[in-house]
Nanobody, 119 residues
Framework: QVSLVEAGGGLVQVGGFLRLSCAAS????????MGWHRQVPGKQRELVAQ?????KTNYADSVKGRFTITRDNNLVSLQMNSLKSEDTAVYYC???????????????WGQGTQVTVSS
């Protein structure tokens, strides 16, 4: 079984900072990318940041310059600085990976961690 487990969500003031982390575990052969999405009620889940296996990153325009994604093998973190109220969402760790003994990519999601930015 493959699982992604997030940690680090919580309540933070506007302008504050928070660091999310995620660990992928289980029977994994390879990981093509890891990243973060977020979702608020009534809205579509949106990409926040992702890192590909070559180290290249992709950020949503709304978080560029404020958020930084890092990855080390099966670990991915999201450093969130200068937080805004509109950053409030459930943040989901995401990985595109090949399970051990598998032959194709699959998209996996963590359970989500709530980030609330309050004034």
């Amino acid at each position: 079984q493959v699982s992604l487990v997030e940690a680090g969500g919580g309540l933070v003031q506007v302008g504050g900072f928070l660091r999310l982390s995620c660990a992928a575990s289980g029977s994994i052969s390879s990981i093509q990318l890891m990243g973060w999405h977020r979702q608020v009620p009534g809205k579509q889940r949106e990409l926040v940041a992702q890192m590909f296996d070559d180290g290249k990153t992709n950020y949503a325009d709304s978080v560029k310059g404020r958020f930084t994604i890092t990855r080390d093998n099966n670990l991915v973190s999201l450093q969130m600085n200068s937080l805004k109220s509109e950053d409030t969402a459930v943040y989901y760790c995401n990985a595109v990976l090949t399970p051990k003994y598998g032959t194709s990519y699959a998209n996996y999601w963590g359970q989500g961690t709530q980030v609330t930015v309050s004034s």
